[in-house]
Every structure is written in structure tokens, then in C-alpha cells.
């Protein structure tokens, strides 16, 4: 089994920065690339950033200007760290991994972690 845990949500006001973190667990034995997204209550899921083992990334443009995602491969964490955020950041934002265990390759997701940007 592999886990996922978001942390590092909150409520803030414009211009705030944030950093978000998510480690995972369990029986692992690589990890590729690792992801974040995020969704608002009636709005299709959106790639946020992404990153691969080796550090390569990228952000759209709707964020890049302002994101930053990083990694820790000794602690299988990965950071999304979040500048000057403007209320339409407001979402639940979700990590995603692909993890080889034994020999089979998966996606596995976190339980998510709120972020409201919000004067």
C-alpha cells in the first residue's frame, strides 16, 4: 500500500505566500514523477506543476510566474511553494505520485489540502 498526505493549507489573503508539502509512504520502491493539481467545486481538475526524479519541471503559464515545485527523493516529499496568491488560487490542491512497486507502475493520490485566498 502507498500513501499520500497533503499538508499546508490554510486561509490567507492576497499576496500571501504558501508552501505546501507531500510525503509518501508505504511499500515503495521508486517514485517517478510527482505532481500537483488542484480543483474547484464545479470545474475539471487542473495540472498545477510537475516533476520528475531527476528535478526536470514544469508549470503552465497560469502559474509559473508565481509556483515553484521542488523535491526531496531521500524523503519521497514533494513541495509546492506559492507566491503572491490571488483569490482564483482558492482550491483543494492535490499531490500525485507514480510509483513502482515490485513491478508494476501505479498513480496514487493524496486526500488533498485546502488553500482560500481571501481578503
Known amino acids: 500500500q502507498v500513501q499520500l498526505v497533503e499538508s499546508g493549507g490554510g486561509l490567507v489573503q492576497p499576496g500571501v505566500s504558501l508552501t505546501l508539502s507531500c510525503a509518501a509512504s508505504?511499500?515503495?520502491?521508486?517514485?517517478?514523477?510527482m505532481r500537483w493539481y488542484r480543483q474547484t467545486p464545479g470545474n475539471e481538475r487542473e495540472l498545477v506543476a510537475t516533476?520528475?526524479?531527476?528535478?526536470?519541471?514544469y508549470l503552465p503559464d497560469s502559474v509559473k510566474d508565481r509556483f515553484t515545485i521542488a523535491r526531496d527523493n531521500a524523503k519521497n516529499t514533494v513541495y509546492l511553494q506559492m507566491n503572491s496568491l490571488k483569490p482564483e488560487d482558492t482550491a483543494v490542491y492535490y499531490c500525485?505520485?507514480?510509483?513502482?512497486?515490485?513491478?508494476?507502475?501505479?498513480?496514487?493520490w493524496g486526500q488533498g489540502t485546502e488553500v482560500t485566498v481571501s481578503s
Open positions: 500525485s505520485a507514480y510509483v513502482l512497486r515490485r513491478t508494476t507502475w501505479s498513480w496514487y
Open positions: 508505504g511499500s515503495i520502491d521508486y517514485i517517478s514523477d
Open positions: 516533476i520528475t526524479s531527476g528535478g526536470s519541471n
